[in-house]
């Protein structure tokens, strides 16, 4: 039973986040323009893009850490 339900809200979760990116998606078309400030280069990146890159590199790197963490214990 405990499972199913687990189950159950895993894939309730799972649905409210992908309609959240989809209207954050919506929402945040606006272009900005990245500079790599030391080198002449210039991106033009739309900001939802953005975001969503940073958000997911922040996770990537907490897992990393704690999958450090774990194995140094």
Known sequence: ????????????FFF???????????ANKYY???????FPYVLDIQLYLLILFIFALGF???VFFIILRKILK
Do not use: E, H, Q, R
């Open 32 to 38: 900005v323009k990245l500079n790599f400030f030391p």
């Open 1 to 12: 039973m405990k499972i199913k339900l687990a189950k159950f809200l895993g894939i309730i």
């Open 60 to 62: 990537i790197f907490g």
């Open 16 to 26: 409210f986040f992908l309609f959240f990116l989809f209207f954050f998606s919506l």
